[in-house]
């Protein structure tokens, strides 16, 4: 009979965990998908803080954060947008002909 409590007891605990996993994952492939919204840096550019949640720019530059890329794009009013969330990849001059 312990064998049995202690199999439903790893049962009830896996259901218990799952969904914590699962959500962090959705949450995970959501933020892929949204753009920072610099509206909220808009009041204080380039007082950021020194977070590292890496962002790509669509001129291939990396920003440490969030608060950093939008600063740049508004502050300095240049021609760039979001390209993904993550450092930019390096790329050979071959691979960009």
């Known amino acids: 009979m312990a064998f049995f409590s202690s199999r439903v007891r790893a049962l009830f605990i896996l259901v218990l965990v799952l969904p914590l996993c699962s959500g962090e994952t959705f949450q995970s492939q959501m933020k892929q998908l949204a753009h920072p919204d610099c509206d909220v840096y808009r009041s204080h550019l380039f007082f950021c803080t020194r977070e590292m949640d890496p962002i790509c720019g669509t001129n ?38």
Do not use: Q, V
């Open 60 to 97: 291939g530059k990396s920003y440490a954060n969030p608060c950093i890329f939008c600063s740049e794009k508004l502050g300095r009013n240049e021609k760039f947008d979001f390209g993904h969330w993550g450092h930019c990849r390096e790329y050979t001059s071959a691979a960009r002909s």
